[in-house]
Every structure is written in C-alpha cells, then in structure tokens.
C-alpha cells in the first residue's frame, strides 16, 4: 500500500498482481508513507508486510489508513485467479522451500499443492506470512460487502493503470512497465560473471548509458523463466473456482469495463 497524502492518493498492492512495478515507480519518484513500504508489527497480527495489508487489517490496526483510502482516490491491479494461484505457487515453492516447480515430481507437486489447499481452506493464509500471497483479492478490494477501492484495473492493461496514476499525481511513466520478471540465462555457466560486469558497469557508467547496455544484455543473454504450472491439470481447479469466486468475478468486470470505455 502506498499512500500520498498532498495528492489525496492510494495505490493499493495486492500480492502477485504486478503491484512491484507500480510500488518501485511511486518509491523513486514520490514521498509517501514509508512505514507500509517493508515488514512491521501488526497490533493483533504480528510481523506482516506492509505492503500486503488486506482492508480489515487496516480497518482494526490501522484506522486512519482506511479512512484516507476511502477519502483518496485509490486503484489497484487485479488478475486471474488461475494465473495467480499459479505464479503463487512457484514463489511459495521457491522462497520458502528452494523448489523449481518445474523439477518436482507430480506426486511431490501433489503432495504440497494438498497440504496448501487444506491451509487455506483452515484460513491460514491470514496467519502465516508465508501464504501472503494467496489472500483473496477481494480482500484488498471489499470490506463488510463496501467496495473501497475506487479504480479497479486487470493486469492485461497495465498501461491504463499506469497513465492514469501518472497524470493524477503529474510524474512520468516508468521505463519499463513489468518489475519482478524472473528471468533465467542462456548461458549458465557465464552466470556469475555476468553478474559481476553487472555491479561494475553500474558503478562506473552514466545511468542512461548502463541502463541501456543493461536492456541489451537481458534481451540477449537471458530468457523469461518458464516456471509457473498449468494448475488447471492439478486436480484442484474446483478449490480455485470456489475459493477465488469473487475474485474472477472482479477481474471478469475490470476486462469488461476496460473494454467498454
């Protein structure tokens, strides 16, 4: 969550829905509250990240918060709940288990996806941080049944959320529109060089002109990691339909709603 109080604004970060783009873009260029920016102490929750506080967490610990997002105008980015399921799997998979998706056997891939449906199912997902990132989006979006959020956009237009946020508080755009794409090497083993010519070209080059060598490098020396599963051939296509109906009900009504204006 990102809050600027002079322009009456909230930009509201809802967990894998391409918010780290939005969140690096309004750090570099805009002052706003930086407590929410990292982990903190939630009264009643415990450690939790700022970033990632659903609207009854604002509205128990943090009630100003709330009452600004519903004075400002306020947006966030949402997306399908399958394609979001599964990208939250590979990072739950990968940070706090150090497993590539792609290398796991099905009955392994089975195992984890069984045990993280019943822990969700049990709620848990509002207790542990490490499930963070499959917390409804309806729960960043809706409390009590109250639509709090003013401007809703899918992640397919994410130029629309980023013109809009751009001429409301009257900054540029960001250079890039995707932040947070995990990307592999074609070549393996120049891995640890490469990043080393990295951190030193940095240190020594103009901005601009390392910038633009570092675009060049990542066009021709990597390719986006291909880590993310089909879960629709997992078994537990049912759970996601039941679990995240409201949420494929509000990015079916943000892509309608982009299209028809």
Same mark, same amino acid.
């Given at each position: 969550?990102?809050?600027?109080?002079?322009?009456?604004?909230? *930009?509201?970060?809802?967990?894998?829905?391409?918010?780290?783009?939005?969140?690096?873009?309004?750090?570099?260029?805009?002052?706003?509250?930086?407590?929410?920016?990292?982990?903190?102490?939630?009264?009643?929750?415990?450690?939790?990240?700022?970033?990632?506080?659903?609207?009854?967490?604002?509205?128990?610990?943090?009630?100003?918060?709330?009452? @600004?997002?519903?004075?400002?105008?306020?947006?966030?980015?949402?997306?399908?709940?399958?394609?979001? *399921?599964?990208?939250?799997?590979?990072?739950?998979?990968?940070? *706090?288990?150090?497993?590539?998706?792609?290398?796991?056997?099905?009955?392994?891939?089975?195992?984890?996806?069984?045990?993280?449906?019943?822990?969700?199912?049990?709620?848990?997902?509002?207790?542990?941080?490490?499930?963070?990132?499959?917390?409804?989006?309806?729960?960043?979006?809706?409390?009590?049944?109250? @639509?709090?959020?003013?401007?809703?956009?899918?992640?397919?237009?994410?130029?629309?959320?980023?013109?809009?946020?751009?001429?409301?508080?009257?900054?540029?755009?960001?250079?890039?529109?995707?932040?947070?794409?995990?990307?592999?090497?074609?070549?393996?083993?120049?891995?640890?060089?490469?990043?080393?010519?990295?951190?030193?070209?940095?240190?020594?080059?103009?901005?601009?002109?390392?910038?633009?060598?570092?675009?060049?490098?990542?066009?021709?020396?990597?390719?986006?990691?291909?880590?993310?599963?089909?879960?629709?051939?997992?078994?537990?296509?049912?759970?996601?339909?039941?679990?995240?109906?409201?949420?494929?009900?509000?990015?079916?009504?943000?892509?309608?709603?982009?299209?028809?204006?």
């Amino acid at each position: 969550m990102i809050i600027i109080e002079r322009s009456e604004f909230a *930009f509201v970060h809802i967990p894998k829905c391409a918010g780290t783009t939005v969140r690096n873009w309004l750090t570099a260029q805009t002052d706003h509250d930086r407590r929410f920016d990292d982990y903190l102490e939630v009264p009643g929750v415990g450690r939790y990240h700022g970033a990632h506080l659903t609207l009854d967490v604002l509205r128990d610990a943090f009630p100003e918060e709330l009452a @600004k997002l519903r004075d400002y105008w306020s947006c966030t980015a949402v997306r399908d709940p399958f394609a979001r *399921f599964s990208s939250a799997f590979s990072q739950y998979e990968r940070e *706090f288990h150090g497993r590539n998706v792609q290398l796991m056997t099905a009955d392994a891939l089975q195992a984890d996806l069984s045990e993280l449906v019943m822990r969700l199912k049990q709620g848990e997902a509002k207790k542990d941080t490490t499930l963070m990132h499959f917390l409804p989006q309806s729960d960043f979006i809706y409390l009590d049944g109250e @639509k709090i959020v003013n401007d809703i956009i899918p992640i397919e237009r994410m130029d629309v959320l980023i013109e809009r946020i751009s001429r409301h508080l009257g900054i540029s755009p960001p250079e890039k529109n995707v932040a947070n794409e995990r990307r592999q090497s074609k070549v393996p083993m120049l891995k640890s060089t490469l990043h080393r010519a990295k951190k030193l070209s940095r240190l020594i080059l103009p901005k601009p002109i390392w910038r633009k060598l570092h675009n060049t490098a990542i066009s021709l020396l990597t390719k986006k990691n291909e880590d993310q599963l089909d879960i629709r051939a997992l078994g537990i296509e049912s759970f996601i339909a039941e679990h995240y109906a409201q949420d494929t009900e509000i990015h079916r009504k943000a892509l309608s709603d982009i299209s028809s204006r």
